[in-house]
């Protein structure tokens, strides 16, 4: 099993004809991923890739026509809140947004229409999501994978990607890796992910890679003090990051006394969570925990 | 991206707020110009930076006579305005706005932000104004009134009243309260803000409501729809070196250490910088260099980071995913051959063809420390930067 998505998810690609999208849904279709349309407004009619996947206008019609469940979003910043909307009206289960820069004004209503409609979406501004060998759905290097047992969960792009080496190093694999984006209002909390990864049957423990700004690592583990059996290994981003600045991600920003990373690496552990102090130390970790066990 | 007090007011009056009459002024010349035109008495200089606590720096000050007006210019413009928020270097006041003096009744505080936890705007009033509101907050936090508003709903004219009630007005004072923090939420609205707070608010003796003061954080992802408010951008009130990284789409930081370091991806930049700390270094910046490391972009970042005569050592570490690190190996091999680096560069490729690339530098012949995983590159750069530091 795997939480989110797996080889069963049947993708469309939102933005499928620009140079990011093209590059990317053949780097998925390689991997495995099951796309079965694209969506750019005014292009409905084509195919692409190789005059394999069809184009639509609207994800409406690829649900109709494809029976898309599952999207994942490549258009430039101005557009990507009301592709979201799209998608979560069209009845698309999971959406990842990948876009970055998404104005946060955007993101709220987005993310009020994402509830309203039942569907769970992941980012913006976000590497997406990966399910070891059965679906890649966003912008990750696959190949650094591989199949195994711990969740991974982030906030930042390449911190995944040096999470999943340092694991693999170790000899440990992962079931779904998740990039959640390190902006302020994001589809999918940390907590949410926790909640699925403790569901997931063949997740035996899971990383969470936390940064400065915001509560989200601390909701996480105050959630997962109650209510999560599996261990958890913990890094937080920024310890030496001055206050007030906003470092590269939009969410990225120490505001109170609560949003540090001192502070979140305090009650990370308070809370149960195995806290890597240095972030070489996240696989190292992780392995004594699984050989404890 | 912020924006001065003067720029906030001239927003103010497009959306029917409130405000006392007032001219910006850039010399002493233009000060008293602008007192002669206001034509009133008292009034009140105030310094234009991008930091709050001006009064307490002795950046605000009232005026009574032309002559008044014309020492208090010569006295604050030019001058290095220290405050809680500028950091002990302070920052030279290049701009005056001269306003008209209120009569004032009652201070109040009145803020509108994004309440990230609940994920909505939250719009704070307190009868508590003209004071540092997280003292407030922190010791009599139930003066605060808060109301969270609905992004699908926007305000609602109770919620108005709600705040306006909680501040005690009465009669025509809270009639024009609620009118004017409807605007107020209008104006944030419209113009992408992330924070807008007027801190003093104040009932007039005449039973006004007028905004003081106005402070804007503005969304930078949404500057593309907002051409206003990215004409008022300021840019000499910005660190010169980010200003420049940024028209190279790098996102750059000085920081105060001796250790520089060029990373691809927000995390993984702010994880080096830690790791750096650990090893007994102090970093010097923070720099993403994002997706797209190559050879121009390393060479540029090289150029920003080693502007900072502190920096005795750079570090390079770059997880390759969809950027491959062959590339990125020739790229900082041409940019070390081409610069002529007289610092140790350390550098760190991992994923994508990272092979390849340390092929690379190995055949390069240009001295570059390889380093395998992140503890032994923050090992290899803070030696390196000790060593250079004693030469």
Known sequence: MSILIDKNSRVVVQGITGSEGQFHSEQMMEYGTNIVAGVTPGKGGLKTLDNTIPVFNLVSEAVEQKKANTSIIFVPPPFAADAIIESALAGIDVIVCITEGVPVRDMIQAKEIVKKNNSTLIGPNCPGVITIDECKLGIMPGFICEKGNIGVISKSGTLTYEAIDQLVNVGLGQTTAIGIGGDPVIGTTMKDCLALFEKDTDTEGVVIIGEIGGQMEIEAAQWAQQNMSKPIVGFIAGQTAPPGRRMGHAGAIVSGGDDTAEAKMRILEECGITVAKSVADIGELMKNIMNTK | ?391
């Open chain 2, 1 to 391: 991206m912020k924006i001065h007090e003067y720029q906030g007011k001239v927003l103010f009056q497009k959306y029917g707020i409130n405000t006392p009459k007032g001219i910006p002024a850039f010399s002493i010349k233009e000060s008293t110009e602008a007192f002669k035109t206001l034509d009133t008495s008292p009034v009140v200089v105030k310094a234009q930076i991008h930091a709050g606590g001006r009064g307490k720096g002795g950046g605000v000050k009232l005026a009574r006579t032309f002559q008044e007006v014309e020492k208090l210019a010569n006295d604050i413009l030019g001058m290095k305005l220290i405050t809680p928020q500028t950091g002990t270097h302070g920052k030279e006041v290049q701009r005056l706005y001269i306003e008209s003096g209120a009569d004032i009744d009652q201070e109040f505080y009145a803020a509108i932000t994004l309440d990230r936890n609940k994920e909505k705007d939250v719009f704070m009033v307190s009868t508590e104004g003209g004071v540092e509101i997280e003292k407030v907050a922190e010791e009599t936090p139930e003066k605060i009134i808060k109301i969270w508003i609905d992004p699908l709903l926007g305000i609602k004219r109770f919620q108005a009243s709600q705040l306006a009630y909680g501040l005690g007005l009465k009669n025509d004072a809270f009639k024009e309260a609620v009118s004017i923090f409807l605007k107020m939420y209008n104006c944030y609205l419209s113009t992408d803000a992330s924070l807008l707070e007027v801190n003093p608010l104040v009932k007039t003796k005449d039973d006004h409501i007028v905004a003081l003061d106005a402070k804007f954080n503005f969304d930078s992802n949404a500057l593309f729809r907002q051409n206003e408010i990215l004409k008022m951008r300021d840019l000499s009130e910005e660190d010169p070196y980010e200003v420049e990284a940024s028209n190279f789409n790098l996102n750059y930081i000085k920081l105060d250490g001796n250790v520089g370091c060029m990373v691809n991806g927000a995390g993984l930049a702010m994880a080096t910088m830690d790791i750096i700390k650990l090893a007994g270094g102090e970093p010097a910046n923070f720099l993403d260099v994002g997706g797209t490391a190559n050879a121009e972009t390393v060479k540029n970042g090289f150029r920003i980071i080693l502007a900072d005569d502190n920096v005795k050592a750079v570090l390079i570490n770059i997880f390759g995913g969809i950027v491959r690190c062959d590339r990125v190996a020739n790229g900082v091999v041409q940019a070390v051959k081409e610069l002529g680096l007289k610092v140790p560069v350390v550098v760190r490729l991992e994923g994508t063809n990272a092979k390849e690339a340390q092929v690379i530098l190995k055949e390069s012949g240009v001295s570059i420390i390889p380093a395998i995983g992140m503890k032994d590159a923050a090992e290899k750069v803070v030696a390196a930067a000790i060593n250079n530091g004693d030469k």
